[in-house]
């Protein structure tokens, strides 16, 4: 007869609770403590402080060191070459490519030893708290470069500091990621956090996307444009620096969560992850619209410049806009994922953004329509985005939890959250690569075609998403998790008659 003590995962699963302490616990007081609502918002405070981290380095590099260009004049003096070279390769994409693909390659080391390892102060928070100060500085000073004109020796420099930075930041949102199904009890709880924390990370990327407002305030004053925005990006890194300390004082591993190192090596845990069949499709997914989103939200800056032919200020605007109707998109598209599933939602979500990426390559192509498309193209991309915020956590959770189900290899959330990151990183490594390329075809508002041929690409690649997520199986995974908790509610009624006979 199966009990809820034989595996921690029957206590995650549990619905009766009561509160001590301003925190819920399991009303049989076995299992590890739910968060109280205060507890879960500092949890999500997380999401917010390493969103708006790693905003700069993530989005921004293009910008900075292959700015728009406006009138013949460059937003910022030319510190690395922007000259092509192997026809089609740019400094700057190829330092963006090699940064991400050590990234994409460290996720599943760092979720790995998080996973097996058994510090005292937690084996989650042990990798956050090593991370945070690095991370944040190394987000400075990646804009900071070393000669004050085109030298090899700025993108040595940005190199190794894009290396420091995307090593720290595996180090501290793969832990703090595979916290999320572990602190999250319940389908309904691991959905609920999963919203709170596509809501924080929209509040970060909105509050990243205002380095354009943030460096014209401060030029203003009387600093240079490049020294107005490091003054922008440095107060983005100390409001995120505090934010990112939040979950680490919230959440108490061993009460809040379940003690548990995973028993297999860090490369087994990696395939075991990967081989999982409806991971496998929604990686492919994953990877598919940190693609497109890449084109989206590092592009926008040069849809509003090169094709709208509006200031930069714009784009801070527009991406608000973008974010407050994703916000407000937060609580309907919750519960359509309550009723209807997640599936539904990944599909439009796609073909919506295929859609928006054809009218942002035609735009100006219309001149009396330009105003009313980027409008509609502002109002519409929301709905993916607020999908793909929300999405990616609670599926990834429930994908977890099945597969400690069926297979028994338990305590290795950390590396399915790592695979998902994994495909994350390979999707924006391949748009960093391919987007300073296209752009070598024209990035000026006398020759666009470099921007409008990026739209194109994530017209097509929207696509490739739609068809890709027509095969994710979510009811196998649902049906998995509801009868594992049927059969732990029905052994806990049996032990129970059991002791009153």
Not at 159 to 176: D, E, G, K, Q, R
Not at 323 to 333: T, W, Y
Request: charge should be neutral; aromatic fraction near 10%.
């Amino acid at each position: 007869m199966e009990s809820v003590q034989e595996s921690p995962i029957g206590p995650l699963i549990q619905d009766n609770s009561d509160t001590e302490g301003g925190d819920t616990i399991d009303a049989s007081s076995d299992g590890p403590r739910q968060l109280s609502l205060l507890r879960k918002i500092m949890f999500a405070c997380g999401e917010f402080g390493w969103s708006l981290t790693a905003f700069s380095v993530s989005t921004l590099v293009s910008y900075f060191y292959m700015p728009p260009v406006q009138d013949g004049t460059a937003k910022f003096s030319t510190f690395i070459s922007q000259h092509g070279f192997l026809i089609i390769f740019t400094s700057v994409g190829l330092i963006n490519a090699v940064a991400r693909v050590f990234d994409a390659v460290t996720d599943p080391l760092v979720a790995g030893l998080s996973d097996r390892s058994n510090f005292r102060l937690g084996k989650r928070k042990t990798f956050m708290i090593a991370a945070i100060v690095p991370f944040s500085l190394s987000s400075v000073f990646a804009f900071i470069p070393l000669v004050g004109h085109e030298s090899v020796i700025n993108a040595v420099w940005l190199l190794a500091l894009m290396v420091v930075f995307y090593w720290s930041m595996t180090c501290y949102v793969a832990p703090y990621s595979a916290l999320l199904p572990e602190v999250g009890h319940t389908i309904a709880e691991r959905l609920n956090m999963s919203t709170m924390l596509a809501i924080a990370w929209a509040l970060g990327y909105g509050g990243g996307n205002c380095i354009y407002l943030t460096s014209a305030a401060v030029g203003a004053l009387g600093l240079s444009n490049v020294h107005a925005f490091q003054v922008g990006v440095a107060l983005n890194a100390l409001v995120g620096f505090i934010a990112m300390l939040m979950p680490i004082l919230a959440v108490r591993e061993g009460v809040h969560t379940v003690h548990m190192p995973a028993k297999e090596n860090i490369f087994t845990s990696f395939l075991t992850a990967m081989a999982n069949g409806p991971f496998r499709v929604f990686g492919v997914c994953v990877c598919t619209f940190f693609l497109v989103q890449t084109f989206m939200t590092s592009g926008m800056v040069y849809y509003v410049t090169v094709l709208y032919d509006a200031s930069s200020l714009w784009a801070t605007l527009l991406m608000a806009v973008v974010f407050i109707i994703a916000f407000l998109l937060q609580a309907p598209i919750n519960y359509v994922a309550h009723k209807l599933g997640r599936k539904i939602l990944m599909v439009t979500g796609f073909a919506l953004l295929s859609v928006d990426f054809l009218m942002l390559a035609a735009l100006t192509h219309v001149p009396v329509l330009s105003t009313v498309q980027l409008a509609l193209i502002i109002v519409t991309i929301a709905y993916p985005i607020s999908v793909f915020l929300m999405l990616p956590n609670a599926i990834i959770s429930e994908i977890a939890v099945a597969d400690a189900i069926e297979t028994g290899r338990e305590g290795k959330s950390g590396m399915f959250f790592a695979a998902k990151t994994f495909s994350n990183k390979v999707g924006i490594s391949a748009a960093n690569l391919i987007f300073p390329s296209l752009l070598l075809l024209g990035k000026s508002s006398a020759h666009p075609f470099g921007v409008r041929a990026i739209a194109l690409t994530g017209s097509g690649a929207s696509v490739v998403g739609v068809v890709i997520s027509l095969f994710f199986r979510e009811g196998h995974i649902t049906r998995v998790i509801r009868e594992h908790q049927s059969r732990v509610e029905q052994a806990g009624v049996d032990e129970e008659q059991t002791t009153l006979l």
